[in-house]
């Protein structure tokens, strides 16, 4: 499992003092962007490639407050891929200094050709790296059906 520590600060809470659901998606993201780096898909590589991720949803689900100056863990395990690296679906959880369960979050993306704007499998390159990805115990091949899930909730999501 990957594993990111953020410290939270001011412009990370919301109105309520505590996490706002906008940094829950900021650190997702530097999570992914970091994991992604560290497995070969640096920003050079994706631009030889021309290409880019797209977020087909995020479905979060929140547990527990975080609050200033706590710090929380984000982790991502990589839930599923098509055959041709096209889908990829990552699982990310926080917890926070002490291990209590603060959130989950299922995400569903896809990456697009950007030049052609349409969505596109990865190169053979990509591709042998992305099938190297540690893979969650939950794994699946995706498939174009999987694109079609709205309103599922995640089984046997651990509070």
Known sequence: MYTKAFELRWSDIDANRHLANSAYLNFMS??????????????????????????FYEHIYYFKEAFLGETVNVSLEVSGLSEDGTLFKFDHNFYNA????LAHCEILGAWIDLN???????????????????????????TKEDTRAFGKTPKNLEL
Request: glycine fraction near 8%.
């Open 30 to 55: 530097h999570t992914r962007t970091a994991f992604l780096q560290d497995h070969g898909f640096s920003l050079l590589a994706l631009n030889k490639a021309h290409l880019g991720p797209v977020v």
């Open 98 to 101: 002490k291990g209590k369960h």
């Open 116 to 142: 052609t704007r349409q969505l596109t499998g990865l190169p053979e390159d990509l591709l042998a790296m992305a099938n190297k990805f540690p893979k969650a115990k939950n794994y699946k091949i995706l």
